[in-house]
């Protein structure tokens, strides 16, 4: 069971430039999303992804892009790397809820660490 | 005002006593309720959920909910030095993919 996978593990990268943060799920679930985390802010959710193909923006959008042309992959890309981007970035994923209540587990990749110098 | 707001701690316990760590949130319409573990340099795992007010118990874990007050809290019980890790409180509103995370409450317990 690979569960939810990220890569690359670790980065670094320069200012202007692109980069893309992969994330691969095995379970078919629905939704998808982004996070970042930096220290005293928390996880702060970039982007989400309920199915293929419909995205919607999340708290901290600005300088990120991403495509979700299949269930199983939601790429997260940089487009012009900033140094407040150096960040720890988690890819997330969950089922449909089967009711209001329930099936609301998230389940988290391993991370990835991005250095903008 | 944050959507989650979190003691960042850290909180220090000794080995076998208990650890509460307390949240509260802003949106009133948040509807269930979880804590995640992280350890450093890992990723969050769901320890906990709770959806109605009171108490939930799950082995040494205890979750609290006053929906009125707008306030959960995690207890653990017997606390381990393996306890120690940074606890994230992430209330549900209606919308499911509002999930908002607190920063976290960082737990040291010391043997």
């Known amino acids: 069971d690979a569960g939810i996978t990220q890569s690359p593990r670790y980065k670094i990268t320069e200012t202007g430039r692109q980069v893309t943060l992969m994330c691969h799920q095995t379970?078919?679930?629905?939704?998808m999303f982004w996070y970042r985390q930096d220290l005293g802010h928390g996880l702060r959710l970039i982007y989400y992804?309920?199915?293929?193909?419909?995205?919607d923006k999340g708290e901290v959008p600005d300088g990120y892009v991403v495509s979700r042309s299949k269930t199983e992959n939601f790429p997260l890309t940089l487009e012009s790397a900033t140094r407040s981007q150096t960040s720890v970035y988690f890819c997330?994923?969950?089922?449909?809820?089967?009711?209001?209540?329930?099936?609301?587990?998230?389940?988290f990749g391993e991370g990835s660490w991005l250095t903008v110098v | 005002q944050k959507e989650v707001e979190q003691n960042s701690g850290p909180l220090s316990v000794p080995e076998g006593a208990i650890a509460s760590l307390n949240c509260t949130y802003s949106d009133r319409g948040s509807q269930s309720f979880f804590w995640y573990r992280q350890y450093s340099g890992k990723s969050p795992e769901l320890i906990m959920s709770i959806y109605s007010n009171g108490d939930k118990e799950d082995g040494r874990f205890t979750a609290q909910l006053n929906k009125a007050s707008q306030y959960v809290s995690l207890l653990i019980r017997d606390s381990q030095p393996s306890d120690s890790a940074t606890y994230l409180c992430?209330?549900?509103?209606?919308?499911?993919?509002?999930?908002?995370f607190g920063s976290g409450t960082k737990l040291n317990v010391k043997p």
């Open positions: 997330a994923s969950r089922g449909v809820p089967k009711d209001n209540l329930s099936g609301n587990t998230i389940y």
């Open positions: 992804s309920a199915a293929a193909d419909i995205t």
């Open positions: 992430a209330p549900r509103g209606y919308n499911f993919n509002k999930f908002y």
């Open positions: 379970w078919s679930h629905s939704y």
